[in-house]
C-alpha cells in the first residue's frame, strides 16, 4: 500500500536546488510549492520545468487572490500537471465553471477557526463537489512537545472519526503538521534536538483506522526544515552577518547545529566544515551515498580543499535529505 507524501517547499533557490537533485522516485511525491514573491505564471512553470517535471501543487496564498485566479487559468489553458493548493476562503471558485477545478486540495486548519465555517459546514461545501479529484489537507501546524501531540492526535482522530463515512469519498485525507520549531531556540556553538512528534502522530493515525474505510487514504505532508531558514533574513541589519546553522533529519529527531565566531578576530571556531565533519562521524549519518545532500556533506567534511559553502546550499542539503527521509520512512512504515 503506497503512502503519498506532500512536502511544503517555498519557492526559494535552496529549496528548488533540493528538489531538483531530488533522486528518488517521483511516484506517490507531490511537492506543495509555496511561492513566497511575486512571480508571473508563465515564469513560475518556465523555472519549474528546470528542476522537477512531476506533478506538484501550487499555493499563491502570499500573493493576493488575482494571483490564484490567473495561476489556474493559465495552467488549465496550458494542460500542466500543476493542481491549487485551496484555502477556505477560496471555496466561492468551486462553483466557478471558468476555473474548471477538477483537481485540488484544499487546506483546512486543525483545529478550524472558531471565527469562521465550522467543520461540517466545510465537509458539506466540498461534498457537494465529490465528482472531483479533492485531497483533503488537516493542518495542525507546530507540534513541539508532548502536551501539544496529545492534543493534536486526539484533534485528527476525532475529525477523521465523527466523519468517516463523508471523508472516504475524498481521494485522499492528509495530515500536515511539523515538530521543526519556526525559529529553534539555539545559542551559537550549541547543538539542540527536536522529537518528531510529527512522523509518530501520522503512524499512530495509520495504525488507528488500519482495516476502516480511510486504510489507504491517509496521507502524510510537512514543512520539512524550511519552514524557517536563513535566506528570508534581512542581512544588511546583522552587524556579524549570520552564523552557520545545520538542520539534519532522523527516523526520530530533527538536529540542530549552530556555528560559532570569534568576534574579535573574525573568525569561526564552529564552522560550516567542522558541523560537516560531526554528523559524518556521528551514529545518525544516512552516508554519502543516501541522498545528493548527504554526499554533499560528506565532501565538506573530507575534501582537502572543500568550501564552507552559504546559507543557502546548506538549505539545498539539509532540505534534499529531509526528503530522501521522508520517502524512505513513508514507503518502509508497513
Known sequence: MSREYY????????EREALKNFQV???DFYPVIEIVEECSPASFFSTLT???NGSIYFDVKRLDKECLEEYIKFVNLNELNAYPLLYVEDLDLLDNAEYALDKFSIKIPVPVDFEGLPFREILNVLLSHRNRDINVVLDAGEVIDSRNANVVFDLYDRYISDNIDDLCV???VTVCLTSFPTQPDIA???DMSYKRYDILIYKKLIEKFRKTMMDGKIQYSDYGVTKFTETELDFSKMRYGILPKVKYTTDTQYIVKKGQKDRINNIFTRSYIDIAKEIVNSSYFYGENFSYGDECIYEKANALDAKPGNST????YCANHHLTVLMEQLSNLF
Do not use: R
Not at 512536502?7 to 535552496?14: R, S
Not at 546550499?313 to 539545498?316: G, K, P, R, S, Y
Open 188 to 190: 551559537a556553538g550549541e
Open 7 to 14: 512536502p511544503i517547499l517555498k519557492w526559494k533557490k535552496g
Open 50 to 52: 528546470n528542476c522537477y
Open 170 to 172: 475524498f481521494k485522499n
Open 313 to 316: 546550499q546548506w538549505v539545498t
Open 25 to 27: 522516485d517521483q511516484h
